[in-house]
Structures are given as structure tokens and as C-alpha cells.
């Protein structure tokens, strides 16, 4: 008996054995697309970092692409300058967890809009990936690289047709997003964002940010700044709201906004990652000719009862028919 | 009607004061009914009696010492707004209470437009647009609010 023929057997399993177990245990040691996707929102919210980010939003025959510089301090400042387009420069945002403020520099010009850092944001935003944990097949792609750095690679998938799919580049040590992209229901690319540049770990002071505003901008809560839940928006509005009695599968109540000093609601629903929304105008508030020749996204614009609706969706028209029907 | 209420209305119709069908009403009862027949008579004759006796005129001094009277009366608020009634008619000529009138006019309706244009806003269709991506941008991961002037950017 030859024993080195004994060991030329037993070697290929002995290999298969070697691949398996390592198998097992990076598939034991690897981290789950959906836990991926939770530390990723807990990162949004807890990160010190300055980055570059380029955005492209698409619509029917037109594109808008922005590029901004980011400073984030966490919990809840975020300080954005617009580098691009040229003619937008003087834009900034300052975002202190309340609000929302934009800016022209060299003029007294404020827009205020509802804080992204504040804990309603961060409500609706966990809201909002569990819906995406419901309604989205969730899966992990081969890692990548993006700006020299190792990122995992996360796909969202419906699982009912006609929603929009997603795309996103995860930064493996920080968790944090550096790059998305939004595909609507036929396929076609609809928005995408990526940093260009980022550097973590950076401090600043907030007041320092706070020089670029002529003043200190102050602002009395209105209501219409604030993101509201369906129990606070009935408490708040000043007309008798409609709602959608039908919405596609997977879609539920998201925010609701009050708009031109509570003149006007929007009603958004979403399903994690598409959104639907439904403006609704008081009676008298505005002539249905301002919507005229609107082709924006997926607009459906009807009057009822005095006052205007505009629905407005990435989903099919058949659809958008279907939800404007049930208004009441 | 009661003959209580008619009686009452009575007085009223002797002095004219009463409407035409009022009038008639009247007449019609008072030919079916004795007893206001009785009394319409008994009113009638003392109507005519006061409507005999002469004026009495007043003793000589009578108007004089009202108004000292008067004069020395503590004006009453109503009498105060009579008076600046009369003040203003009488110290603004025609052109200047126009002047006056117009500018109050003028005050209110400028009052008015800038109450207007604080509370309505100029609505971009755009507006609506921003709205739709900034609720899309809630779900976003790497999303930061889009810019507030889409309507700029064309």
C-alpha cells in the first residue's frame, strides 16, 4: 500500500472541506443588506464629515443637476453652498434641526422649510425603510470602491410591479450613503446623487456658518414648516381635507405639509421609495389655469367642490386614474 | 282680534296714524262690534272737544329764560356729538372735507393691499414640483434637500 496515493485521495476533499468551511464563515461573518441599510440611517445622523455631492434629478424632457458642498455636524446641522450651476452659487442652506433655511447671499431673501435633521424627519425616514424592508426585495451585489473606498453595494427590488427601484453604494466604514440612484417603473433612470469628495471627522463651529446670514434668521413656528402626522394636520387646517380612499399596494401615509400659510396641503404616501402626492388647494385659493400645460412629474390636475387637486406620481397613468377616483 | 286690542288701536286711527288696510280693518269692526262702536264715539267727541280749544300763549320772558336755562344745562355725549357735527360742517370748507374724506379713503384701501400682499403669495407652478421631490428626498439615503428654486435652475 502506497501511503502518498492515500493522501493524493483524501487532498481534493480535504480542499472542498477548506473552501466550504471559509464559505460558511464569511457567509456567518457577513453582514446582512438590512442591517447594512439601518446602520447606514443611523449613520446619516451621527457623522461629522464635509463632502461634494452632485445630484441629477430627470423629468419628461428636462434635467436638473446641482453640485453642493455639505458640511455635516451630528446630531442635527447640516451646512450646504451651492458650487453648481453657476447662477445658483449664492444659494446656501442652514439646517439646525428646526428648520430648514435657504438663503441668496447678498440679499435679505430666507425660505424656510422643514428641518431634514429634526426627530420628525428621523421618524419618518425609519418609517420609511421599514416600509422599504416590506415592499422592496432587498440584496446584496458584488462590493465596489467609490473615492478609493470599499463600499457594499445594495439593490432594491419591488416586489409589486410599477414602483420605482434603487440603487445604493455604502461607505463599509462609516455606513454612510455615497452614492444612489433611482430607476422609475420602466426602468429609466430618474435621479441620482454621489459625493465627488468627502472627508470625515471634520469639526467646525456652527456660529461660523451663521456669519454668511445678514441676521440671525428668526422665525415663528408656523405650522406649515413643520412635517405633520394625519391626527395633527386635522387639528391645523382651516378646510375639510380629502383623502385617497385607494393606494396602490405597499403604499402608506408618509407626511403631511401645509403650504402658502395653510392655503394648500400636500399629502404625501410612499412605499419606502416612490412617492405620491396629493395637493389640494381651498376653495378660491388658485386659478386651475396656472396648471395649465404642466407636464412635470406625472401631473394629474382635476377640480372638485370649488377647490383644485393635483396628483402627482411616478407610477402608471392607469393608476393615478384609479387613486384620483377615490378622492373624497 | 280681541275687542281689547282694537280699542286700543282706536286712538291711532283718530289721529290718521294708522295704514289704509289698517284703517278699513278698523271700520269693518266698528260696524259689527256695539260696545268699540260706543267707545270709537265717546274718543271722537273728546278728540273734537281738545281740537276746540285754543293754543295758550306763553307769559312774556317764557323764551328768554328757557334758553338761560339751557345754557347752563351740562352737555350730554349726544349733545357733544351734535356739536362736532356742527363743528365740522362749519369749520371745513366743501373742498377740504372732500380732501379729508378722500384721503380716509385712500388710507383704508392701502391698508388693505398691503394686508393682502402679506398674506397671498405668488404661485410658481414649481412650487409643486420642488414639493413632490422634496417629499421623494425623505426617502432618499444620500439625499440632502433639493434647492428651493427649481424654477431658477431652467
New interface residues.
Given amino acids: 500500500m502506497n501511503p502518498g496515493k492515500g493522501f493524493q485521495k483524501v487532498l481534493p476533499c480535504l480542499f472542498i472541506l477548506i473552501i466550504l468551511s471559509g464559505g460558511m464563515t464569511s457567509a456567518l461573518l457577513a453582514i446582512e443588506p438590512k442591517e447594512i ?1 439601518t446602520r ?2 443611523e449613520a ?1 445622523f451621527g457623522l461629522d464629515f464635509e463632502g461634494i ?1 452632485k ?1 441629477e ?1 430627470r ?1 419628461p424632457g ?1 434635467s ?1 443637476t ?1 453640485t ?1 458642498r ?1 458640511i455635516r455636524q451630528e446630531p442635527d446641522f ?1 451646512y ?1 453652498t ?1 458650487l453648481a ?1 453657476a ?2 452659487k449664492r ?1 446656501i ?1 442652514l ?1 439646525d434641526g428646526e428648520f ?1 433655511i ?1 438663503h441668496i447671499r447678498g440679499s435679505n431673501k430666507f ?1 424656510f ?1 422643514p428641518s ?1 435633521n429634526s426627530p420628525e ?1 428621523k421618524e ?2 425609519r418609517k ?1 425603510l421599514n416600509l ?1 424592508f416590506i415592499n422592496y426585495k432587498i440584496s446584496r451585489l458584488l462590493d465596489s470602491y467609490i473615492l478609493a473606498r470599499p463600499v457594499y453595494v445594495i439593490s432594491l427590488i419591488p416586489r409589486n410591479s410599477g414602483n420605482p427601484r434603487r440603487k ?1 453604494w ?1 461607505d463599509k466604514k462609516t455606513y454612510l ?4 440612484e ?1 430607476y422609475n417603473w420602466r426602468g429609466e433612470l430618474i ?1 441620482s ?3 465627488t469628495e468627502i472627508h470625515f471627522d471634520r469639526r467646525f463651529s456652527k456660529e461660523k456658518f451663521y456669519r454668511d446670514f445678514p441676521q440671525r434668521p428668526r422665525k415663528k413656528v408656523f405650522s406649515q414648516e413643520r412635517f405633520l402626522s394625519l391626527k395633527d394636520l386635522r387639528r391645523k387646517i382651516r378646510f375639510p381635507v380629502f383623502f385617497p380612499q385607494y393606494l396602490p399596494a405597499g403604499y402608506e401615509f ?2 403631511a ?1 401645509l ?3 395653510g392655503r394648500a396641503v ?1 399629502l ?1 404616501y ?1 412605499n ?4 405620491i ?1 396629493l ?1 389640494q388647494m381651498a376653495p378660491r385659493g ?1 386659478p386651475e389655469t ?2 395649465k400645460d ?1 407636464e ?2 406625472h ?1 394629474l390636475v382635476w377640480k372638485k367642490g370649488g377647490r383644485t387637486f ?1 396628483l ?1 406620481a411616478d407610477i402608471s397613468r392607469k393608476e393615478l386614474i384609479k387613486i384620483k377616483q377615490s378622492v373624497k | 282680534m280681541s275687542c281689547k286690542k282694537w280699542k286700543k288701536k282706536l286712538s291711532s286711527y283718530l289721529d290718521n296714524e294708522v295704514s289704509s288696510r289698517e284703517r278699513s280693518k278698523i271700520e269693518k269692526h266698528l260696524k259689527s262690534c256695539r260696545a268699540c262702536f260706543n267707545q270709537f264715539k265717546q274718543l271722537e267727541r273728546v278728540h273734537r272737544l281738545v281740537q276746540s280749544i285754543p293754543p295758550e300763549k306763553p307769559r312774556p320772558g317764557f323764551y328768554e329764560r328757557l334758553s338761560e336755562r339751557l345754557s347752563q344745562k351740562k352737555t350730554t355725549l349726544r349733545e357733544k356729538l351734535v356739536g362736532w357735527r356742527y363743528g365740522w360742517q362749519l369749520s371745513f370748507p366743501r373742498v377740504g372735507k372732500i380732501a379729508i374724506a378722500v384721503s380716509a379713503v385712500l388710507l383704508v384701501s392701502v391698508s388693505f393691499y398691503i394686508w393682502r400682499s402679506a398674506t397671498s403669495y405668488e404661485v410658481n407652478i414649481k412650487v409643486f414640483e420642488e414639493e413632490y421631490f422634496r417629499s421623494q428626498q425623505m426617502n432618499s439615503f444620500v439625499g440632502e434637500l433639493a434647492l428651493p428654486v427649481f424654477f431658477e435652475i431652467e
Fill in positions: 441599510l447606514s440611517l446619516q455631492k445630484t434629478f423629468l428636462r436638473y446641482t453642493t455639505i447640516t450646504t451651492t450651476p447662477r445658483l444659494w442652506a439646517d430648514r435657504w425660505e422649510f431634514e424627519a419618518i425616514k420609511s422599504k445604493i455604502i450613503p455615497l452614492k444612489e433611482d435621479s446623487s454621489f459625493y408618509q407626511e405639509v403650504l402658502f400659510k400636500k404625501t410612499t419606502g421609495l416612490g412617492v402626492c395637493f388658485y396656472i396648471f404642466f412635470g412629474a401631473p393635483l402627482m
